[in-house]
C-alpha cells in the first residue's frame, strides 16, 4: 500500500512542473521562455511570469528576473524579484517580512523602489503600504497615501 501511495504521488509531483505553457493558443516551452526574456523580449518575459504563478516552481525565474530587471529597466522584473525576495508563493502572509534578515528586506524595499520609480502600480502599492505601516520604512504617511493614491 504505501510503495502504491508513493508512486502516486510522485506521478502528481512529476505531472505539476511545468516544462511548457500554452497562452493564447501557442505552447512554448518554459527554457525557450526564459531565452527570449533574456534577449530582451518583453512579451516572452510576462508569458514566464504567467508561467510562473501558475507553477512557482521554476528555479530559474528569480535568475531570469533580476536579469531582464537589471538589463532591460522593466517594471514587472522588479515586481517579481521583490516576490521572489519574499517568497511570495510559499508564504501565507506576504506583507510579514520578520523571518527575512535585515540584507533581504532592504533588498525588496529596493526592488520595491525601482518598480515604483518605473510606474508600477502594484511596486507602489505595496510601497505605499509599508510606508504607511513604518515597519520596513521609515514611516511616512503622506508618501504612503500618495504612493497608494497616484496609482489607482
Given at each position: 500500500?504505501?510503495?502504491?501511495?508513493?508512486?502516486f504521488?510522485t506521478?502528481i509531483?512529476?505531472g505539476?512542473?511545468?516544462?511548457?505553457?500554452n497562452?493564447?493558443?501557442?505552447?512554448?516551452?518554459?527554457?525557450?521562455?526564459?531565452e527570449?526574456?533574456?534577449?530582451?523580449?518583453l512579451?516572452a518575459?510576462?508569458?514566464l511570469?504567467?508561467?510562473?504563478?501558475?507553477s512557482p516552481?521554476d528555479?530559474?525565474?528569480c535568475?531570469?528576473s533580476?536579469?531582464?530587471?537589471?538589463?532591460?529597466n522593466?517594471?514587472e522584473?522588479?515586481l517579481?524579484?521583490?516576490y521572489?525576495?519574499i517568497?511570495y508563493y510559499h508564504r501565507?502572509d506576504r506583507m510579514n517580512?520578520?523571518d527575512l534578515?535585515?540584507?533581504?528586506i532592504?533588498n525588496?524595499?529596493?526592488?520595491?523602489v525601482?518598480?515604483?520609480?518605473?510606474?508600477n502600480?502594484e511596486c507602489?502599492k505595496l510601497?505605499?503600504?509599508?510606508?504607511?505601516?513604518?515597519?520596513y520604512?521609515k514611516?511616512n504617511?503622506?508618501?504612503g497615501n500618495?504612493?497608494?493614491?497616484?496609482?489607482?
Amino acid at each position: 500500500m504505501r510503495l502504491i501511495m508513493f508512486g502516486f504521488l510522485t506521478l502528481i509531483f512529476i505531472g505539476c512542473k511545468k516544462e511548457s505553457v500554452n497562452i493564447n493558443g501557442v505552447t512554448t516551452s518554459i527554457p525557450k521562455l526564459h531565452e527570449f526574456a533574456l534577449k530582451g523580449d518583453l512579451n516572452a518575459y510576462s508569458d514566464l511570469s504567467l508561467a510562473y504563478l501558475d507553477s512557482p516552481n521554476d528555479v530559474n525565474f528569480c535568475q531570469t528576473s533580476k536579469n531582464v530587471a537589471e538589463k532591460y529597466n522593466f517594471p514587472e522584473a522588479y515586481l517579481n524579484l521583490y516576490y521572489c525576495q519574499i517568497d511570495y508563493y510559499h508564504r501565507p502572509d506576504r506583507m510579514n517580512l520578520e523571518d527575512l534578515n535585515d540584507n533581504e528586506i532592504k533588498n525588496a524595499m529596493n526592488y520595491l523602489v525601482k518598480g515604483s520609480n518605473l510606474k508600477n502600480r502594484e511596486c507602489s502599492k505595496l510601497l505605499g503600504e509599508y510606508y504607511i505601516q513604518g515597519k520596513y520604512l521609515k514611516k511616512n504617511t503622506q508618501l504612503g497615501n500618495s504612493l497608494i493614491q497616484d496609482n489607482k
